[in-house]
């Protein structure tokens, strides 16, 4: 018993406290990534980037509905799920929403620079902003129309024991779809599959980009967007390649009547989630840390671009005051 009381204050330990982390530090590179990608013209210009800037919005919100209740749930022992049927509902559909959209846009980056790098001209005309707006509204609408089952799947059910409601999937058969086909497939490993394999591609287009005739300009943003892009890939497949044998573990193991084995998996899977959410927190600090370029660009942005900004609507207003006295 003393075991499992340890191992479960440890966990929450590690939602509290690495979790609001996460929250902070995913808040702020959310806000600044899409600083930087929508003051510059060349990023809003570029359907890559175009992708990576929406995933940033999306991964913002995200971090709210999904890191922050979950948070709350394991670390201070709040459950807003069932305290409310509507939140009940409403959070998975807009978790599955958030997580689809966001992997299904890093997806879209990769396999955009993919043919943006390609040496056949017909292929690169695929990589265009156009094309992007119109990929991405198909892509939220088939995350919405995924997320709908979950609506009316999830409910509240009274616990025998504590005489409260509980939040949980009444579905069966959604229940089975969600842990043997959604959480191993498309919220893992069919995503990072497909990065990888696009990746790899870039980067061998990337390595002969230098030997073709393209304006000096478009291949450095290439070559900045490729790194950028790759380097997001090995991070995420770092963080979210775990959460698949976690989900295998828990399936098997799962139902176990040992209450200290039941304690182990549970702290595994608690450890899991917050390791997963790493994905949505990131993307700023990589692109920083691969890309000398983007540091210039995000010092300019601040310096020049926003700091200046202030400091004229500072003087106008000092002028009009002095005016007006």
């Known amino acids: 018993m003393a075991t499992q009381s340890i191992f479960q204050y440890i966990c929450q330990q590690v939602v509290i406290y690495v979790g609001l982390f996460l929250f902070i530090a995913g808040l702020i590179s959310g806000l600044l990534t899409l600083l930087v990608f929508l003051s510059l013209r060349t990023f809003r210009q570029k359907s890559c980037a175009f992708y990576l800037t929406i995933m940033s919005l999306v991964n913002t919100f995200h971090l709210f509905t999904g890191l922050f209740t ?8 709040i459950n807003w799920l069932n305290m409310s049927l509507f939140y009940c509902k409403f959070r998975p559909f807009y978790v599955q929403l958030c997580t689809l959209i966001s992997f299904s846009c890093m997806c879209l980056a990769t396999i955009d620079q993919f043919f943006a790098t390609c040496s056949y001209i017909r292929w690169q005309r695929l990589s265009n902003i156009k094309l992007a707006r119109y990929l991405l509204i198909v892509v939220t609408l088939a995350a919405i129309l995924h997320g709908i089952p979950s609506i009316f799947s999830y409910g509240h059910i009274l616990s025998p024991t504590t005489g409260e409601n509980n939040c949980i999937i009444m579905n069966t058969a959604f229940r089975k779809y969600y842990y043997y086909f959604y959480v191993p497939v498309l919220q893992s490993t069919l995503p990072i599959s497909i990065m990888i394999l696009f990746g790899i591609l870039a980067y061998r287009n990337v390595q002969q980009i230098a030997f073709r005739t393209i304006p000096l300009v478009r291949r450095e943003l290439d070559k900045q967007l490729t790194t950028m892009v790759l380097v997001q890939i090995f991070y995420d497949a770092i963080v979210v390649t775990p959460s698949v044998f976690i989900n295998i573990i828990m399936t098997i193991y799962g ?9 182990q998996l549970n702290s595994i899977s608690i450890l899991g989630i917050i390791l997963y959410y790493f994905h949505y927190a990131g993307s700023f600090y990589i692109y920083v840390c691969v890309s000398k370029r983007f540091r210039q660009q995000f010092l300019y942005v601040l310096s020049t671009i926003h700091v200046t900004q202030c ?9 009009i005051q002095t005016e007006t006295s």
């Open 311 to 319: 400091c004229r609507l500072t003087i106008n207003n000092n002028q």
């Open 255 to 263: 139902s176990t009547s040992n209450s200290l084995l039941a304690a």
């Open 70 to 77: 979950y948070i709350m749930i394991n670390g201070f022992g």
